[in-house]
Protein backbone atom coordinates (compact mmCIF):
# COMPACT_ATOMS: atom_id res chain seq x y z
CA UNK A 1 0.00 0.00 0.00
CA UNK A 2 1.16 3.60 -0.73
CA UNK A 3 0.60 6.39 0.93
CA UNK A 4 1.85 9.96 0.14
CA UNK A 5 2.86 12.56 2.01
CA UNK A 6 1.49 14.96 4.32
CA UNK A 7 2.90 18.26 5.51
CA UNK A 8 2.33 18.63 9.39
CA UNK A 9 3.20 21.54 11.28
CA UNK A 10 4.41 21.46 14.57
CA UNK A 11 5.04 24.66 16.76
CA UNK A 12 8.92 25.04 18.94
CA UNK A 13 7.67 28.01 20.95
CA UNK A 14 7.09 30.94 18.32
CA UNK A 15 8.38 28.97 15.50
CA UNK A 16 6.68 27.03 12.89
CA UNK A 17 8.36 23.76 11.80
CA UNK A 18 6.85 21.78 9.05
CA UNK A 19 7.12 17.89 8.32
CA UNK A 20 6.61 15.41 5.46
CA UNK A 21 5.10 12.85 7.65
CA UNK A 22 4.58 9.64 6.31
CA UNK A 23 4.03 7.14 9.11
CA UNK A 24 2.93 7.71 12.93
CA UNK A 25 3.21 5.23 15.90
CA UNK A 26 0.75 5.60 18.15
CA UNK A 27 1.40 4.33 21.96
CA UNK A 28 -1.18 3.50 24.71
CA UNK A 29 -0.25 0.07 27.04
CA UNK A 30 -3.41 -0.35 28.13
CA UNK A 31 -6.47 -1.09 29.41
CA UNK A 32 -9.69 -1.85 27.49
CA UNK A 33 -11.28 1.44 28.41
CA UNK A 34 -8.02 3.34 28.05
CA UNK A 35 -7.22 2.15 24.57
CA UNK A 36 -11.32 2.37 23.73
CA UNK A 37 -10.67 5.64 24.20
CA UNK A 38 -8.16 6.47 21.94
CA UNK A 39 -10.19 5.68 18.42
CA UNK A 40 -11.57 9.17 18.09
CA UNK A 41 -7.89 9.81 17.45
CA UNK A 42 -7.05 6.96 15.36
CA UNK A 43 -9.83 7.30 13.26
CA UNK A 44 -9.10 11.50 12.95
CA UNK A 45 -5.86 11.31 11.97
CA UNK A 46 -6.21 8.54 9.22
CA UNK A 47 -9.19 10.32 8.16
CA UNK A 48 -7.85 13.46 7.91
CA UNK A 49 -4.44 12.89 6.86
CA UNK A 50 -2.70 10.40 4.15
CA UNK A 51 -0.78 8.81 7.09
CA UNK A 52 0.13 5.38 7.90
CA UNK A 53 -0.56 4.68 11.45
CA UNK A 54 1.21 1.63 13.74
CA UNK A 55 -0.04 1.42 16.96
CA UNK A 56 1.87 -0.16 19.97
CA UNK A 57 0.09 -1.92 23.24
CA UNK A 58 0.38 -4.77 25.66
CA UNK A 59 -0.34 -8.19 23.87
CA UNK A 60 -3.08 -8.63 26.22
CA UNK A 61 -4.97 -6.14 24.51
CA UNK A 62 -3.99 -6.84 20.96
CA UNK A 63 -7.33 -8.55 20.26
CA UNK A 64 -9.06 -4.98 20.93
CA UNK A 65 -7.39 -3.23 17.83
CA UNK A 66 -6.93 -5.87 15.55
CA UNK A 67 -10.49 -5.28 13.72
CA UNK A 68 -9.57 -1.28 13.89
CA UNK A 69 -9.81 -0.65 10.22
CA UNK A 70 -7.83 2.65 10.51
CA UNK A 71 -4.96 1.01 12.36
CA UNK A 72 -2.30 -0.06 9.36
CA UNK A 73 -0.05 -2.19 11.85
CA UNK A 74 0.00 -3.43 15.42
CA UNK A 75 3.10 -3.64 18.29
CA UNK A 76 3.14 -5.44 21.11
CA UNK A 77 5.17 -6.24 24.11
CA UNK A 78 4.79 -8.16 26.84
CA UNK A 79 6.47 -6.56 29.93
CA UNK A 80 9.77 -5.04 28.21
CA UNK A 81 10.13 -2.17 25.10
CA UNK A 82 13.52 -4.06 24.58
CA UNK A 83 10.97 -6.81 22.90
CA UNK A 84 10.39 -3.97 20.42
CA UNK A 85 12.83 -1.70 20.33
CA UNK A 86 14.79 -2.40 17.34
CA UNK A 87 11.59 -3.25 15.22
CA UNK A 88 10.84 0.03 15.89
CA UNK A 89 14.07 2.00 15.04
CA UNK A 90 13.51 0.04 11.93
CA UNK A 91 10.60 1.91 10.99
CA UNK A 92 12.09 4.78 10.97
CA UNK A 93 8.61 6.88 11.98
CA UNK A 94 8.32 10.79 11.26
CA UNK A 95 6.27 11.36 14.62
CA UNK A 96 5.22 9.44 18.00
CA UNK A 97 2.21 10.04 19.78
CA UNK A 98 2.61 9.34 23.05
CA UNK A 99 -1.04 9.12 24.64
CA UNK A 100 0.21 6.84 27.59
CA UNK A 101 3.32 8.73 29.18
CA UNK A 102 5.39 6.96 31.46
CA UNK A 103 8.80 6.28 32.01
CA UNK A 104 8.95 3.20 29.47
CA UNK A 105 7.26 5.40 26.92
CA UNK A 106 9.95 8.04 27.46
CA UNK A 107 12.26 5.36 27.04
CA UNK A 108 10.56 4.86 23.23
CA UNK A 109 10.86 8.19 22.13
CA UNK A 110 14.67 8.57 23.24
CA UNK A 111 15.74 5.59 21.36
CA UNK A 112 13.72 6.47 18.18
CA UNK A 113 14.54 10.09 18.45
CA UNK A 114 11.84 11.50 16.37
CA UNK A 115 9.36 14.58 16.46
CA UNK A 116 7.20 13.45 19.33
CA UNK A 117 3.85 14.68 21.32
CA UNK A 118 2.71 13.35 24.23
CA UNK A 119 -0.65 13.08 26.56
CA UNK A 120 -0.68 15.45 29.64
CA UNK A 121 -1.62 12.97 32.03
CA UNK A 122 -2.12 15.48 35.06
CA UNK A 123 -0.99 13.26 37.91
CA UNK A 124 -0.56 16.37 39.84
CA UNK A 125 -4.11 17.44 39.58
CA UNK A 126 -5.16 13.38 40.39
CA UNK A 127 -3.08 13.88 43.39
CA UNK A 128 -4.74 17.10 45.00
CA UNK A 129 -7.88 15.57 43.98
CA UNK A 130 -7.60 11.79 45.79
CA UNK A 131 -4.86 13.15 48.60
CA UNK A 132 -6.21 16.41 49.33
CA UNK A 133 -9.91 16.63 47.79
CA UNK A 134 -8.66 19.52 45.93
CA UNK A 135 -9.72 19.73 42.44
CA UNK A 136 -7.96 21.38 39.71
CA UNK A 137 -8.62 18.94 37.16
CA UNK A 138 -10.19 20.58 33.87
CA UNK A 139 -13.46 20.07 33.34
CA UNK A 140 -12.82 18.22 29.76
CA UNK A 141 -13.37 14.48 28.48
CA UNK A 142 -9.89 12.53 28.62
CA UNK A 143 -10.75 11.95 24.78
CA UNK A 144 -10.69 15.79 24.23
CA UNK A 145 -7.27 15.60 26.44
CA UNK A 146 -6.07 13.30 23.82
CA UNK A 147 -6.86 15.64 20.91
CA UNK A 148 -4.80 18.14 22.52
CA UNK A 149 -2.04 15.80 21.86
CA UNK A 150 -2.97 15.67 17.95
CA UNK A 151 -3.77 19.75 17.86
CA UNK A 152 -0.36 20.56 16.88
CA UNK A 153 -0.91 18.41 13.47
CA UNK A 154 -4.04 20.31 12.84
CA UNK A 155 -6.20 17.18 14.02
CA UNK A 156 -10.16 18.10 14.81
CA UNK A 157 -12.42 15.70 16.28
CA UNK A 158 -15.23 14.68 14.23
CA UNK A 159 -17.59 14.18 17.10
CA UNK A 160 -18.03 10.69 15.86
CA UNK A 161 -17.62 8.93 19.57
CA UNK A 162 -15.65 6.12 20.22
CA UNK A 163 -15.13 2.85 18.01
CA UNK A 164 -15.24 -0.02 18.74
CA UNK A 165 -14.99 -3.47 15.88
CA UNK A 166 -16.57 -6.70 16.35
CA UNK A 167 -15.33 -9.72 13.91
CA UNK A 168 -18.11 -11.05 12.06
CA UNK A 169 -17.16 -14.47 13.94
CA UNK A 170 -17.75 -13.31 17.25
CA UNK A 171 -20.87 -11.62 16.92
CA UNK A 172 -23.40 -13.41 19.51
CA UNK A 173 -26.62 -14.90 17.81
CA UNK A 174 -28.67 -13.44 21.56
CA UNK A 175 -31.57 -15.36 20.21
CA UNK A 176 -29.53 -18.88 20.91
CA UNK A 177 -29.47 -17.59 24.00
CA UNK A 178 -33.43 -16.91 24.84
CA UNK A 179 -32.94 -13.20 24.20
CA UNK A 180 -34.16 -10.88 21.68
CA UNK A 181 -32.05 -8.45 20.74
CA UNK A 182 -32.64 -4.51 21.74
CA UNK A 183 -35.19 -6.12 24.48
CA UNK A 184 -32.92 -7.19 27.18
CA UNK A 185 -30.91 -5.27 29.56
CA UNK A 186 -26.78 -5.93 29.98
CA UNK A 187 -25.32 -5.60 33.12
CA UNK A 188 -21.34 -5.69 33.52
CA UNK A 189 -21.26 -6.81 36.71
CA UNK A 190 -17.39 -6.81 36.74
CA UNK A 191 -14.03 -4.21 37.34
CA UNK A 192 -10.41 -4.98 37.56
CA UNK A 193 -10.72 -3.28 41.24
CA UNK A 194 -13.18 -4.22 44.03
CA UNK A 195 -13.90 -0.70 45.18
CA UNK A 196 -14.99 -0.17 41.78
CA UNK A 197 -17.98 -2.80 41.95
CA UNK A 198 -21.41 -2.84 43.67
CA UNK A 199 -21.81 -5.18 46.30
CA UNK A 200 -23.13 -8.36 45.65
CA UNK A 201 -26.14 -8.05 47.16
CA UNK A 202 -27.49 -4.75 45.92
CA UNK A 203 -26.62 -6.36 42.25
CA UNK A 204 -29.23 -9.24 43.55
CA UNK A 205 -30.97 -6.58 44.74
CA UNK A 206 -31.43 -4.59 41.79
CA UNK A 207 -31.65 -8.34 39.30
CA UNK A 208 -34.66 -9.29 41.68
CA UNK A 209 -36.54 -5.28 41.31
CA UNK A 210 -36.08 -5.62 37.40
CA UNK A 211 -39.03 -7.60 35.05
CA UNK A 212 -37.20 -7.40 32.32
CA UNK A 213 -34.74 -10.06 30.52
CA UNK A 214 -30.88 -9.80 32.22
CA UNK A 215 -27.77 -10.75 30.97
CA UNK A 216 -24.22 -10.48 33.34
CA UNK A 217 -21.38 -9.62 31.46
CA UNK A 218 -17.95 -10.25 33.14
CA UNK A 219 -14.60 -12.14 32.75
CA UNK A 220 -13.55 -15.53 34.05
CA UNK A 221 -12.83 -13.84 37.47
CA UNK A 222 -17.11 -12.70 37.55
CA UNK A 223 -18.17 -16.13 37.08
CA UNK A 224 -19.04 -17.45 40.46
CA UNK A 225 -20.12 -13.99 41.41
CA UNK A 226 -22.60 -14.26 38.36
CA UNK A 227 -23.72 -17.76 39.11
CA UNK A 228 -24.81 -16.40 42.28
CA UNK A 229 -26.72 -13.45 41.14
CA UNK A 230 -28.24 -15.38 38.79
CA UNK A 231 -29.36 -18.56 41.32
CA UNK A 232 -30.38 -16.15 43.90
CA UNK A 233 -32.53 -13.94 41.21
CA UNK A 234 -34.64 -15.72 38.22
CA UNK A 235 -35.04 -17.27 35.10
CA UNK A 236 -34.85 -14.21 33.98
CA UNK A 237 -31.04 -13.40 34.42
CA UNK A 238 -28.39 -15.01 32.50
CA UNK A 239 -24.91 -15.40 33.70
CA UNK A 240 -23.01 -14.62 30.97
CA UNK A 241 -19.61 -14.21 32.70
CA UNK A 242 -16.81 -15.94 31.32
CA UNK A 243 -18.51 -17.75 28.63
CA UNK A 244 -17.67 -15.33 26.05
CA UNK A 245 -14.86 -13.74 24.37
CA UNK A 246 -14.22 -9.65 24.95
CA UNK A 247 -15.69 -9.28 21.34
CA UNK A 248 -18.68 -11.69 21.99
CA UNK A 249 -19.31 -9.61 25.52
CA UNK A 250 -19.35 -6.07 23.26
CA UNK A 251 -21.28 -8.02 21.12
CA UNK A 252 -24.17 -8.65 24.17
CA UNK A 253 -23.92 -5.08 24.77
CA UNK A 254 -24.32 -3.65 21.24
CA UNK A 255 -27.48 -5.72 20.47
CA UNK A 256 -28.79 -4.73 24.60
CA UNK A 257 -31.79 -1.71 25.00
CA UNK A 258 -29.69 -0.43 28.11
CA UNK A 259 -26.51 -1.00 29.89
CA UNK A 260 -25.91 -0.80 33.19
CA UNK A 261 -22.05 -0.59 34.33
CA UNK A 262 -19.39 0.25 36.99
CA UNK A 263 -16.39 2.53 35.60
CA UNK A 264 -14.59 0.43 33.70
CA UNK A 265 -14.06 -1.05 30.34
CA UNK A 266 -17.67 -2.16 29.08
CA UNK A 267 -18.85 1.03 29.94
CA UNK A 268 -16.93 2.58 27.02
CA UNK A 269 -17.39 -0.12 24.59
CA UNK A 270 -21.07 0.39 25.20
CA UNK A 271 -20.26 4.57 24.55
CA UNK A 272 -18.88 3.65 21.45
CA UNK A 273 -22.31 1.59 20.42
CA UNK A 274 -24.41 4.84 21.91
CA UNK A 275 -26.27 2.65 24.15
CA UNK A 276 -28.08 4.23 27.06
CA UNK A 277 -26.10 3.53 30.02
CA UNK A 278 -26.61 3.64 33.87
CA UNK A 279 -23.15 4.76 34.81
CA UNK A 280 -22.08 3.25 38.58
CA UNK A 281 -19.42 5.01 40.33
CA UNK A 282 -17.73 4.02 43.69
CA UNK A 283 -14.02 5.29 44.64
CA UNK A 284 -13.44 6.74 41.69
CA UNK A 285 -15.09 10.03 40.36
CA UNK A 286 -16.12 11.10 36.92
CA UNK A 287 -14.29 14.48 37.39
CA UNK A 288 -11.20 12.26 36.41
CA UNK A 289 -12.54 12.68 32.83
CA UNK A 290 -13.56 8.94 31.63
CA UNK A 291 -17.31 8.91 31.79
CA UNK A 292 -19.03 8.05 29.11
CA UNK A 293 -18.53 9.86 26.03
CA UNK A 294 -20.62 11.00 23.64
CA UNK A 295 -23.91 8.99 24.45
CA UNK A 296 -27.10 8.87 26.56
CA UNK A 297 -26.13 8.65 30.08
CA UNK A 298 -26.77 8.45 33.95
CA UNK A 299 -24.11 8.80 36.84
CA UNK A 300 -24.82 6.97 40.20
CA UNK A 301 -22.58 7.80 42.89
CA UNK A 302 -22.70 8.96 46.45
CA UNK A 303 -21.61 12.16 46.87
CA UNK A 304 -20.02 14.77 49.74
CA UNK A 305 -17.93 12.03 51.25
CA UNK A 306 -14.79 12.78 52.61
CA UNK A 307 -13.17 9.92 52.18
CA UNK A 308 -13.90 9.76 47.73
CA UNK A 309 -12.14 9.42 45.95
CA UNK A 310 -9.47 7.50 47.09
CA UNK A 311 -7.71 6.32 44.29
CA UNK A 312 -7.19 7.61 40.45
CA UNK A 313 -7.92 3.82 40.28
CA UNK A 314 -8.65 1.41 42.64
CA UNK A 315 -8.23 -0.91 45.66
CA UNK A 316 -9.03 -4.67 46.26
CA UNK A 317 -10.67 -3.86 49.79
CA UNK A 318 -11.77 -0.07 51.11
CA UNK A 319 -9.20 1.28 52.97
CA UNK A 320 -11.42 3.05 55.24
CA UNK A 321 -13.37 -0.73 55.83
CA UNK A 322 -16.90 0.93 55.41
CA UNK A 323 -16.97 1.25 51.76
CA UNK A 324 -19.72 3.53 51.93
CA UNK A 325 -18.78 4.52 48.36
CA UNK A 326 -20.84 1.40 46.82
CA UNK A 327 -23.08 0.63 50.36
CA UNK A 328 -24.35 3.66 50.43
CA UNK A 329 -25.29 3.55 46.27
CA UNK A 330 -29.49 4.38 46.07
CA UNK A 331 -31.00 1.48 44.54
CA UNK A 332 -34.07 3.09 43.80
CA UNK A 333 -32.48 5.91 42.25
CA UNK A 334 -31.03 2.94 39.83
CA UNK A 335 -33.96 1.33 39.39
CA UNK A 336 -35.62 4.66 38.28
CA UNK A 337 -33.30 5.18 35.77
CA UNK A 338 -33.73 2.10 34.22
CA UNK A 339 -37.19 2.36 34.29
CA UNK A 340 -36.61 5.58 32.29
CA UNK A 341 -34.30 5.26 30.27
CA UNK A 342 -35.04 1.46 28.88
CA UNK A 343 -38.97 3.64 27.81
CA UNK A 344 -37.09 6.36 26.11
Known amino acids: MLYTSARLFLWDNEKIVCLNVQKILIIRF ?15 LKQQMSVELHFLTKTAYKNI ?10 WTIDKEINEVITDLKAEKYDHIIDLHHNLRTLRIKLNLGVSATSFPKLNIEKWLL ?10 IHIVDRYFETVKKLDI ?8 YFIP ?5 DTTKYGFIPHEYIAFAIGAKFATKRLPTHKIIEICQSLPYPIVLLGGNEDADNGQLISKKSDAHVFNA ?9 ASWVRQSKLLITHDTGLMHIGAAFKKRIISIWGNTVPAFGMYPYQTD ?29 MEEIDVGKILSQISQKRGV
Not at 30 to 43: A, F, K, M, N, Y
Not at 297 to 325: D, M, T, W
Open 30 to 44: SSIGDIVLTTPVVRC
Open 65 to 74: LSPNPYIDKI
Open 130 to 139: TNLKINQLPD
Open 156 to 163: KNDNAGLD
Open 168 to 172: SNEEI
Open 241 to 249: CGKFSLHGS
Open 297 to 325: YEIIEVNNLKCRPCSKIGYQACPKGHFRC
